[in-house]
């Protein structure tokens, strides 16, 4: 059974900085790609970043230069560190994968940035 948890949400002051964390189980982690994707209330879920299992990256345009995703294989963890964060940024924050043309994904976990 494929699991994704993620961890590392909270309230940021703009500017700051956080690091998602999503442990995965019950999937080849290290031949699959992982996404992060984030919804704002009222809005449509949207895609925010990938990795492959080749550790290529692919970012959208509103957070190139600002976040980064990475993976440990070693531990099945995909993380996505955010930095400068934006009001904007404020979401629920989702780890996602495909596995055999099936979409799994975590619970979310809340970012929040606010004065």
């Known amino acids: 059974q494929v699991q994704l948890v993620e961890s590392g949400g909270g309230l940021v002051q703009p500017g700051g900085s956080l690091r998602l964390s999503c442990a995965a189980s019950?999937?080849?982690?290290?031949?699959?790609?992982m996404n992060w994707y984030r919804q704002a209330p009222g809005k449509q879920r949207e895609l925010v970043a990938s990795i492959t299992s080749g550790t290529n990256t692919n970012y959208a345009d509103s957070v190139k230069g600002r976040f980064t995703i990475s993976r440990d294989n070693a531990k099945n963890t995909v993380y996505l560190q955010m930095n400068s964060l934006k009001p904007e940024d404020t979401a629920v924050y989702y780890c996602?994968?495909?596995?055999?043309?099936?979409?799994?994904w975590g619970q979310g976990t809340q970012v929040t940035v606010s004065s």
């Open positions: 996602h994968t495909i596995i055999s043309y099936m979409n799994h």
């Open positions: 019950g999937i080849t982690f290290s031949r699959d790609a």
